[in-house]
């Protein structure tokens, strides 16, 4: 490791050379972000399992549309009361801790979702995963900020929030499998087994966290001071619009909360598709549970290669707003021609293909937006802020999809109903960039 020292004169070095930067940015990825993407897969995977998990549930506790919905929303509510304080208390105590608590705790909450057995546990249960959850999404950017400057910080958040459209390909079959494969094993339900398999690995990953992560680059023993200096240099050379340092101040920043409204859209978007793919696929008349999991992987399969395209043009040409713009129309007509087309399945799940990868590019572009925007303790709150306010989307958008079909029988309602919504924030962030533009830093 000392060997590679002498390339780099001093803390500022100027004459540090690309391929030197991409050799330590390398090796940091290789050391922190595995452990970040396997975390945050597995914390969708625990979250959007609850999908699968209804196509047996829902029959053997006698849940309606609109109980399902709740339910699966209200994740989101004890998520949103407990996520700033959590990243606060990340700012202050580090992230390994932070990490390691919030994994332990969520993978014991999802391993006890084997005891719903009424609609009250089902609440109950799924308020204290958001509870336990809260705080890990945004706490993950925020700790990809403390090495990653915005020249890089596009293609690196991309490929961490990868883990969501990859648990998506993953999610499905697994899940089935666990249902069909395991169901009266011990006296327990497919989808009491689905809970215990899929939460239990979190509480081992939660350990290793807290064993292996370090708190950022000065903590990093891995790191020699030299590769320390480039960090802080590459990190010091962040330019763009006004910055703030302070959470006080960036709570009265109005660009803040338009921010967290079209973040709200997108995720009413996305958990449209989380919460109700497999519904939506046995509506149209597939029966097989494991068919249903092989199906609900495509427009996951999909959003993956799309992400990872959109966030490299977005680098290369520093237009985040453009992408994430465009993301959220394609993704609002996608939904509604699949609402459109429900009945016929291969129609409506090419257009959900089109929606799900179009939302999760613009949802994986739009992150390096309040990225640049927020330093220090602003980062770490204001973050915060936008996820809280943004993922209330995922408690209504279930809700409203829920109610719509139980009074319809469709859920073509619903979906045209978050089209909309969709439609909104990427309206909102139109307005946003002209400001941007009107108004240079």
């Not at 330590?24 to 998990?53: E, W």
């Not at 208390?89 to 969520?106: D, E, F, K, P, Y």
């Not at 859920?411 to 533009?437: M, N, P, S």
Request: glycine content about 12%; aromatic content about 10%.
């Amino acid at each position: 490791m000392n060997a590679h020292v002498t390339t780099i004169a001093g803390p500022m070095d100027p004459a540090a050379t690309d391929r030197e930067k991409a050799r330590i940015f390398k090796k940091v990825g290789m050391r922190i972000l595995p452990l970040l993407i396997l975390s945050y897969g597995l914390a969708y995977l625990d979250r959007v399992n609850i999908s699968f998990a209804k196509l047996q549930m829902q029959s053997d506790l006698g849940f309606s549309e609109a109980a399902y919905g709740f339910g699966a929303g209200i994740f989101f509510l004890g998520y949103v009361l407990f996520e700033v304080p959590s990243n606060l208390l990340l700012a202050r105590i580090g992230a390994r801790r932070t990490m390691s608590r919030i994994m332990v705790l969520w993978g014991l909450a999802s391993a006890a979702m084997i005891f719903v057995h009424d609609e009250r546990t089902f609440y109950i249960l799924r308020f204290l995963l958001g509870v336990f959850e809260a705080g890990f999404g945004p706490g993950l950017l925020y700790y990809l900020t403390l090495w990653y400057g915005r020249t890089h910080r596009g293609r690196v958040m991309a490929t961490v929030l990868l883990a969501s459209p990859v648990a998506g390909v993953v999610g499905g079959p697994l899940s089935t499998a666990i249902m069909a494969g395991l169901n009266g094993a011990l006296g327990l339900a497919g989808w009491q087994w689905l809970f215990l398999v899929e939460g239990l690995p979190c509480v081992a990953l939660g350990v290793l966290l807290f064993l292996v992560l370090c708190d950022g680059p000065e903590q990093a023993p891995w790191l020699t001071e030299a590769e320390r200096a480039l960090i802080r240099a590459d990190l010091a050379e962040e330019s763009g619009g006004q910055r703030h340092d302070g959470f006080s101040r960036a709570l009265r920043d109005p660009r803040i909360y338009a921010l967290a409204f079209s973040y709200f859209c997108m995720i009413a978007g996305l958990y449209a598709v989380s919460f109700w793919l497999p519904t939506l696929l046995r509506s149209g008349g597939i029966s097989e549970t494991f068919t249903i999991g092989l199906l609900s992987a495509l427009p996951y399969v999909v959003a993956v290669a799309t992400m990872q395209l959109v966030a490299r043009r977005s680098d290369r040409s520093g237009d985040r707003y453009g992408y994430s713009i465009a993301g959220c129309f394609i993704g609002a007509a996608g939904l509604a021609a699949t609402g459109a087309a429900l009945g016929n399945v291969p129609v409506s799940l090419a257009a959900l293909v089109v929606a799900t990868a179009a939302i999760y590019s613009a949802y994986t572009v739009f992150w390096t937006i309040p990225a640049d925007l927020l330093r220090g303790t602003a980062a770490a709150g204001g973050i915060a802020l936008i996820n809280s306010i943004g993922l209330l989307g995922g408690f209504i958008s279930p809700m409203v999809i829920g109610t719509i079909r139980d009074a319809t029988g469709s859920l073509q309602g619903g979906l045209a109903a978050i089209a909309l919504a969709l439609a909104a924030g990427g309206v909102v962030l139109i307005l946003l960039r002209r400001r941007r533009q009107a108004v240079p830093a």
